[in-house]
């Protein structure tokens, strides 16, 4: 019989050990990282391209121009690309990004060779029909249209465009003109510039053998693709800007929506798994000093949470919640109230290592797939990253001390650094 009187025993991680990536390059030099793990013979495929808004000379074309890859070639129409997929319990995905653009296939192994012309299709031969680019406005200006009704949407659209400016990738917002400013020529001009022809990276996740290594030589790396080393990118610049307070009125809303924010730092900052840390103790998880206080405490919110955002080129810290209308200007007392305890009394060492265990957990309970495991290496691919990187995870989490708490918190979060914007009211 168990005594539920006692708490069970448990046992802290100190390693983890994440499979290692496998490096190829197919015989056009393009670059195939394999991450072969798991049971299940399930693969994922991903090419991944240097085409985000970091690319666009257009704004808006490269969400566009990504979305509309699986809307049509000069042999298959959007439904006979579907009906490609459906057929054999695959699914396409095509994301745009701020840094990159995915053009993803999930299939069982044994119809990976069936599906490679597809995906050939949709990368050499798209035509982005006129019809269905309209009807992709449509959708996207009704659900803009709904979005900013929402308080919250509205409040992170002006903290981004705030920290990083409206022209810049980072902080431009989609907007009607921009939506309606979209056209054939657009997406084609950033297909032909960014997709076609291009060089990419291949990142096949799952059970993977030989066999499939070679399917995708011989599907691209017979292909001839530009040469790489000419290729720069963008420069974008973020201005020195200066922090406001911005409130934006909506008489008939009953809550407002709090955003606190700042720029920082990428993870290849020194400083990145100490103020990880202190963001977990800050709003990172449901037991953090915020929750505890606005949440349980006080009953302003049903959440209040703060995170690192990193980017290839940028990173932001960015605290939100919504709250009542009335419990807006207390609410955003009770986080400065917050930050000072911080920068001023040093985190109990019991609260240190349940942070702690806690992110170490949540780390490795997110290994569990091998697309999982894959997503990690392609953090530290793309963001050039030490191999180790997360294999040390576990040792840079355990290092830091309630002194680098306390640090971090007194050279990163000041309030009056900090963007603030509020939408709904005071």
């Not at 074309?61 to 459906?86: H, K, P, V």
């Not at 054999?88 to 990004?97: I, K, N, Q, V």
Request: with cysteine.
């Amino acid at each position: 019989m168990f005594d539920r009187s006692q708490a069970p025993q448990f046992q802290t991680i100190q390693h983890v050990t994440i499979p290692a990536i496998q490096a190829y390059t197919l015989d056009n030099g393009l670059p195939l990282r394999v991450v072969n793990a798991g049971e299940q013979p399930v693969l994922r495929l991903e090419l991944i391209f240097p085409a985000g808004g970091w690319y666009e000379t257009s704004p808006g074309a490269a969400y566009f121009g990504i979305r509309m890859l699986g809307e049509g070639t000069r042999t298959r129409t959007a439904a006979q690309i579907s009906e490609a997929f459906d057929q054999y319990g695959a699914f396409p995905e095509f994301s745009p990004g701020n840094d990159r653009a995915n053009l993803t296939t999930y299939c069982l192994a044994r119809h990976l060779p069936t599906l490679l012309p597809v995906i050939q299709d949709i990368l050499h031969e798209s035509v982005f029909p006129e019809k269905e680019l309209e009807t992709l406005k449509s959708i996207s200006l009704q659900t803009l249209k709904v979005n900013l009704e929402k308080t919250a949407y509205v409040a992170s659209q002006h903290l981004r465009e705030g920290l990083f400016g409206a022209d810049h990738p980072y902080g431009r917002n989609q907007s009607e003109a921009l939506i309606a400013s979209i056209s054939q020529q657009t997406v084609r001009e950033f297909y032909d510039r960014r997709i076609a022809g291009k060089p990419f990276t291949l990142f096949l996740s799952g059970r993977v053998s030989e066999h499939e290594v070679a399917l995708l030589n011989q599907a691209f790396g017979q292909e001839k693709v530009s040469d790489s080393s000419a290729e720069t990118s963008p420069k974008h610049s973020v201005k020195n800007r200066k922090p406001t307070g911005i409130t934006i009125e909506r008489p008939d809303s009953l809550q407002s929506s709090i955003r606190l924010g700042k720029r920082l730092f990428t993870r290849r900052h020194p400083d990145y798994f100490k103020f990880m840390v202190l963001n977990e103790v800050f709003g990172g998880y449901f037991g953090s000093r915020l929750m505890k206080n606005i949440r349980e405490e006080k009953g302003f919110t049903y959440g209040i949470s703060s995170n690192l955002t990193s980017m290839a080129h940028e990173g932001y810290f960015v605290l939100g919640t919504d709250v009542k209308k009335e419990n807006t200007a207390q609410t955003l007392e009770e986080i400065a109230k917050e930050i000072a305890r911080l920068q001023t009394e040093p985190v109990p060492a019991d609260e240190l290592e349940t942070v702690q265990n806690y992110m170490i957990g949540s780390f490795v309970g997110a290994l569990n797939t091998p697309f999982e495991i894959a997503d990690r290496q392609k953090t530290v691919y793309f963001d050039d990253l030490p191999a180790n990187f997360y294999q040390t995870y576990v040792e840079h989490i355990r290092a830091v001390t309630s002194d680098d708490v306390r640090d971090m918190a007194r050279q990163y979060l000041d309030v009056a650094s900090m963007q603030e914007v509020v939408v709904g009211g005071k």
